[in-house]
């Protein structure tokens, strides 16, 4: 049965060993894989999730040792959010005050508890307390005890020039459906699906166009079971919206086409499978710097280039 929603966002970092440190340490991420740009062999592509590294857990970086700040504007990803157990959001509040995090106050939003906060680069993010979300497995080997530990994505929020278009797209091709409107947001949700099953839609027009660069949302990338399923959606972007996808591409762990949809956020679709077990056993993800294999014969001159990463939790 196919299982639509996020399934990771990948965005601009700073320092690697400063992203590692607060993903790993402060927010008690595990770093499920070590690999590098495929396009720019030269910087990490650094990959923190659950214990297996799910479809709907996964936020990876690009970090640039020198990277500007970004700015945000409209046609960008406003909010990456995740999903913590309902009672967990006093535990975060004292933890971000401990470690210095920058939060906004606690806030409600479509009846949901909301502790919004920055990552060292600006990045905008967000905890939500979901109800039931303590009897789903947490990662515990890393900072943060298991029943306060982030349980996957909740959603995305999206700042764009108006709704119609875009949701046009997340309901007709990548299985969300039209839910509730709270102010001026509108809120798409897959039916039945908890983990990564929210985009939330934002119409600013006439606002600022962004600046990519560090603490900036790089691409959100959408569910598709196989190669077939992916190839269907991308057959309808096609027929039904006048959009092209590229190529598909394989990046080990997925395999992904790439598409702007229509208010101008770079948009993917990701294969469930093979997933991160496929060059590493469980147990060990995380732990290695991987290569595919039209890199793996230039191994030595790209370790020599790769910065530290510290030593992750």
Do not use: C
């Amino acid at each position: 049965m196919s299982q639509h929603g996020i399934h990771h966002v990948t965005a601009i970092a700073g320092p690697a060993s400063r992203n590692v440190g607060f993903y790993t340490r402060t927010l008690g991420l595990r770093l499920v894989k070590r690999t590098v740009n495929f396009d720019d062999p030269g910087t990490w592509h650094l990959y923190y999730g659950d214990e297996a590294g799910a479809p709907g857990t996964i936020l990876t970086f690009f970090p640039w040792e020198h990277a500007a700040p970004g700015r945000l504007g409209v046609g960008e990803t406003q909010e990456t959010v995740f999903r913590v157990p309902e009672g967990a959001i006093g535990y975060w509040t004292h933890r971000f005050l401990e470690k210095g995090v920058a939060f906004d106050p606690i806030d409600k939003r479509f009846g949901e508890t909301v502790l919004a906060f920055r990552d060292p680069d600006g990045m905008r993010l967000a905890l939500v307390a979901v109800p039931g979300a303590e009897a789903e497995p947490g990662w515990s080997a890393g900072e943060v005890p298991a029943e306060h530990a982030i349980r996957g994505f909740h959603s995305v929020s999206l700042l764009l020039e108006e709704a119609a278009p875009t949701g046009a797209v997340l309901t007709d091709v990548l299985g969300f459906a039209q839910g509730a409107t709270e102010g001026s947001v509108t809120r798409f949700q897959v039916p039945g699906t908890a983990m990564g099953g929210i985009v939330d839609i934002r119409p600013v027009g006439g606002f600022l166009k962004p600046r990519p660069g560090a603490g900036t949302v790089h691409h959100v990338a959408f569910r598709a079971a196989d190669d077939a399923e992916e190839a269907a959606m991308a057959q309808k972007l096609r027929e039904n919206h006048r959009i092209a996808t590229t190529e598909q591409k394989d990046r080990n762990y997925f395999r992904s086409i790439y598409f702007r949809e229509p208010g101008h956020v770079l948009f993917e679709i990701a294969t469930d499978q093979p997933g991160f077990a496929v060059d590493e056993a469980p147990a060990a993800l995380g732990q290695a710097l991987k290569l595919p294999d039209f890199l793996e014969g230039h191994r030595s001159r790209i370790e020599g280039l790769l910065p530290s990463l510290g030593e992750p939790a």
